[in-house]
Nanobody, 118 residues
Framework: QVQLVESGGGLVQAGGSLRLSCTAS????????MGWFRQAPGKEREFVAA???????SYADFVKGRCTISTDNTKNTVYLQMNSLKHEDTALYYC????????????WGQGTQVTVSS
């Protein structure tokens, strides 16, 4: 069974940085797309960044230049380094992985809270 566990969230001042981690168990995560999403109170969940099994990377426009997605294959872990954080980045951040290479994001972690004080 695939399980994803996020960590690294917290309270940070605007302009600060955080590194989120997502450790996968039950599969070799690098064989499938891994994504980061977020959901702020009262808003829809939105895409943040993805690292695909082809090794291509994409970012949402609102984090381009501020976030970097990376992996440690030895730890089966994907990271999201977030810099120059803004108050509007406050949200619950989730990592997810697809059930198959060309499928949908079927497996989700429990989320890690990021709060940015202005």
């Amino acid at each position: 069974q695939v399980q994803l566990v996020e960590s690294g969230g917290g309270l940070v001042q605007a302009g600060g940085s955080l590194r989120l981690s997502c450790t996968a168990s039950g599969r070799t995560f690098s064989n499938y797309d891994m994504g980061w999403f977020r959901q702020a109170p009262g808003k829809e969940r939105e895409f943040v960044a993805a690292l695909r099994w082809t090794r291509s990377i994409s970012y949402a426009d609102f984090v381009k230049g501020r976030c970097t997605i990376s992996t440690d294959n030895t730890k089966n872990t994907v990271y999201l380094q977030m810099n120059s954080l803004k108050h509007e980045d406050t949200a619950l951040y989730y990592c997810a992985t697809k059930g198959s290479r060309f499928g949908t994001y079927d497996y989700w972690g429990q989320g890690t809270q990021v709060t940015v004080s202005s």
